[in-house]
C-alpha cells in the first residue's frame, strides 16, 4: 500500500516539473504524460489495496504522502523542512499508527470490559 502512496506522491513532482515549461509545449506535455501514466498505475494499485484493508484504514495512510511531498520537496527542489512540518508529520504518522491498530485496541478494550462485567 505504501508503496502506492510513494508513486502517487510523487505526481506532485512532475507537476512542477512541467509547470517550469510553456504550456503545451513538448516538454510540458511529456512529463504530463509520465504524470497521468503515474496516477493510472496508482489508480490500479489502490483497487487492489481496497480488496484487503477497510476504505477508512487506506484513506487515514493516504495521509503519509504528506511526509513524501516534503521530502520530495527537499530533495527536488531544495525546500525547507521546518519544525512545524516535523510536528505535522509526526502527527500524522500518529494518526496513521493509531487507526492502523484500531482493531486490536478494540479487541482488548471489549476484552477487558468483558473479564470486568464477568467479575
Same mark, same amino acid.
Request: hydrophobic share 55%; proline share 1%.
Given at each position: 500500500?505504501?508503496?502506492?502512496?510513494?508513486?502517487?506522491?510523487?505526481?506532485?513532482?512532475?507537476?512542477?516539473?512541467?509547470?517550469?515549461?510553456?504550456?503545451? $509545449?513538448?516538454?510540458?506535455?511529456?512529463?504530463?504524460?509520465?504524470?497521468?501514466?503515474?496516477?493510472?498505475?496508482?489508480?490500479?494499485?489502490?483497487?487492489?489495496?481496497?480488496?484487503?484493508?477497510?476504505?477508512?484504514?487506506?484513506?487515514?495512510?493516504?495521509?503519509?504522502?504528506?511526509?513524501?511531498?516534503?521530502?520530495? $520537496?527537499?530533495?527536488?527542489?531544495?525546500?525547507?523542512?521546518?519544525?512545524?512540518?516535523?510536528?505535522?508529520?509526526?502527527?500524522?504518522?500518529?494518526?496513521?499508527?493509531?487507526? $492502523?491498530?484500531?482493531?486490536?485496541?478494540?479487541?482488548?478494550? =471489549? $476484552?477487558?470490559?468483558? =473479564?470486568?462485567?464477568?467479575?
Amino acid at each position: 500500500m505504501h508503496l502506492g502512496f510513494l508513486l502517487y506522491s510523487f505526481y506532485t513532482v512532475l507537476g512542477k516539473v512541467a509547470s517550469a515549461y510553456e504550456f503545451l $509545449s513538448l516538454k510540458f506535455c511529456a512529463f504530463y504524460c509520465v504524470l497521468i501514466l503515474i496516477l493510472f498505475v496508482y489508480a490500479l494499485l489502490w483497487q487492489q489495496v481496497l480488496k484487503k484493508i477497510p476504505l477508512s484504514v487506506a484513506t487515514a495512510n493516504k495521509a503519509v504522502t504528506v511526509i513524501w511531498g516534503m521530502l520530495w $520537496s527537499f530533495l527536488f527542489f531544495g525546500e525547507n523542512i521546518t519544525a512545524k512540518k516535523l510536528v505535522g508529520a509526526a502527527i500524522i504518522i500518529l494518526g496513521i499508527t493509531l487507526l $492502523s491498530f484500531e482493531e486490536k485496541i478494540n479487541f482488548k478494550l =471489549n $476484552s477487558m470490559r468483558k =473479564n470486568k462485567n464477568e467479575q
